[in-house]
């Protein structure tokens, strides 16, 4: 594909992730006071106590932001995440006048979050983010020995705690809720319905069974040395990664050739190369 074109799909990634965000801010998440972390939670919070306008806000917090971490961090965010924190803002002022798509929290915090974490899938799909408090989390990342996952749960932690202090403990749950649900959307956009299994195999018959994994199920394999923990006797390995229509049938294959075999399977979310994704 052209790089050309690549940018162009990228950039409108971008920008379509980013109006989904904001339509998920201004019909679900802002009108049933859903703070559900991120500056998006912060403009919820600032709106409800000073009536500040939360696009604004969020161009406050995002464009500083962004700027204190190309300086601290270095210039490894670039522009797709610039225009990701320009527009989220604006599209969020664009569409502040729109109806509230429901008025019960519990059905706000789930549908805004899957809006949400559909939106910023999206924007990951584009190769950027929307910056706030991705950034801030990756500062403290570099000042502090906290894993950057740890810094993110702080920074969205601290956001639902003040919203519980400024709305209620009910809708501090919901933001939970919220923050739960984005997530758990993000990580579908970015991976799928489509994981595999990762299947270890031990046996005393590995080219039987590698064989057979080779020619009737048509997968790469790769065959490890192993050591028994218990008699230290040397021992064969091997790792299939199957889709997960094929697991039941490698499964039936193994127990077929060696009935005393030991096999164990973990999901794959993410693989790549023949017989699965490409890029």
């Known amino acids: 594909m052209p790089m050309l074109l690549v940018h162009i799909i990228e950039y409108s990634l971008v920008i379509i992730g980013s109006f989904l965000v904001a339509i998920a801010f ?25 009536g500040w306008e939360p696009s604004l806000v969020q161009w406050g917090l995002n464009i500083p932001l962004f700027i204190v971490g190309v300086i601290i961090l270095g210039k490894k965010f670039g522009l797709k995440t610039l225009i990701g924190t320009i527009v989220l803002p604006f599209f969020v002022f664009l569409t502040a006048e729109w ?12 549908f805004g979050g ?16 929307t910056g706030g408090i991705d950034l801030a989390a990756q500062i403290l990342h570099k000042f502090f020995p906290l894993p950057l996952g740890i810094c993110v749960a702080l920074f969205d932690g601290l956001i639902v705690i003040t919203a519980t202090f400024v709305f209620s403990v009910e809708q501090g749950l919901y933001a939970l809720i919220g923050l739960f649900v984005t997530s758990r959307t993000i990580d579908f956009v970015q991976i799928g319905f489509n994981t595999s299994k990762n299947v270890m195999v031990i046996t005393d018959h590995v080219e039987e069974v590698r064989q057979v994994l080779l020619q009737d199920i048509d997968r790469g394999v790769t065959v490890w040395n192993a050591e028994g923990g218990y008699t230290n006797a040397d021992r064969k390995m091997i790792m299939c990664v199957v889709a997960q229509n094929e697991f039941s049938k490698v499964t039936q294959i193994v127990k077929r050739i060696d009935p005393s075999a030991f096999v164990v399977a973990m999901n794959a979310s993410e693989v790549l190369g023949e017989g699965f994704k490409n890029s």
């Not at 109806?99 to 789930?110: E, F, K, N, Q, R």
């Not at 899957?114 to 983010?129: E, N, Q, T």
């Open 26 to 50: 201004n019909l679900f998440l802002l009108p049933n006071e859903v703070a559900s972390g991120g500056v998006a939670g912060i403009s919820t919070i600032t709106k409800a106590v000073f």
């Open 99 to 110: 109806p509230a798509a429901t008025p019960d929290p519990l059905l706000g915090s789930i």
């Open 114 to 129: 899957m809006s949400a974490g559909l939106g910023i899938g999206i924007v990951f799909r584009g190769k950027a983010s």
